[in-house]
């Protein structure tokens, strides 16, 4: 499995690891992909980039378990002490359906798992952290997320898979026709579902294409990249990409050319 570039964490200092692991083939329509992430020489600052997608993190050291996401907007973190952390980056509509997640109740957030799950959080983050190495954590992980693999509105799942396709490229009323929805009822089922309302989750998706696109040729015309994606124009482009980012495109694009690391990559 070729991994994509990461365009949700931006690395703003510090020196930090992040892996990626694949995903079982009965999940691979519900999670993007588990990650670690590994923080030996404090501090490390990152910036989270809206992504429209939930995660499920553990704190291996602290055996703790969070969940956090979907957010609109970009917010920073800073790491003061050695971290190693495990995740899951999961369509919101599975977590909601499995997970017991109420998006609209964790937009922007990192809360407790417990929230979602009772004790049931604090005995899988027991589990995970004792496991001796990270293929034998990411598969306890992995047996729980099957065991409770539940089914979202397929409406609601088919509208997702049409914004990602697309780019985010892609209008309400015609997504509504497409999912089998109408536009009032969509409205609806991302609410429950997603917590964020489908043009909200296509405008996330459209700047995450952007950055996809000037991270695979990091000196684009950024005219052109912005009409290609259904932008107004370079300006509207350069103010959605700051809105998500914090970055102008052309501040990203020169840094791109000299840095693949502004971005964190993965492998495993």
């Not at 501090?43 to 989270?48: D, W």
């Not at 088919?158 to 509504?176: H, P, Q, S």
């Not at 495109?249 to 495993?268: N, W, Y």
């Amino acid at each position: 499995m070729a991994f994509p570039r990461m365009t949700s964490v931006m690395a703003l200092g510090g020196d930090a690891k992040f892996a990626w692991r694949k995903v079982d083939a009965r999940l691979a329509d519900k999670v993007d992909v588990y990650w670690t992430f590994t923080v030996e020489t404090p501090t490390v600052e990152l910036r989270i980039i809206p992504d429209g997608r939930i995660d499920l993190i553990f704190d291996l050291e602290m055996r703790q378990a969070f969940i956090a996401g979907p957010h609109e907007r970009p917010f920073d973190v800073r790491h003061e002490r050695a971290t190693r952390l495990l995740g899951a980056t999961m369509s919101p509509e599975f977590a909601a359906a499995s997970l017991g997640v109420e998006p609209h109740s964790r937009i922007g957030a990192w809360g407790p798992l417990g929230a979602c799950l009772g004790p049931l959080a604090g005995e899988l983050s027991e589990r995970i952290a004792a496991a001796r190495h990270t293929p034998a954590q990411v598969a306890t992980l992995e047996t729980f997320l099957l065991a409770r693999a539940g089914v979202a509105d397929h409406r609601v799942s088919r509208a997702i898979t049409e914004i990602r396709a697309a780019g985010g490229k892609v209008g309400v009323a015609a997504l509504g026709r497409r999912s089998g929805a109408s536009p009032r009822t969509l409205a609806r089922l991302f609410d429950r579902f997603v917590g964020l309302p489908p043009k909200t989750f296509a405008r996330i998706a459209r700047v995450q294409e952007a950055l996809r696109r000037m991270q695979e040729a990091p000196a684009p015309n950024l005219k052109t990249l912005a009409a290609e994606l259904g932008f107004s124009d370079q300006a509207h482009m350069s103010r959605e990409v700051k809105a998500m980012t914090g970055a102008s495109p052309g501040r990203l694009a020169e840094t791109f050319k000299t840095s693949a690391e502004i971005f964190k990559l993965g492998g495993d």
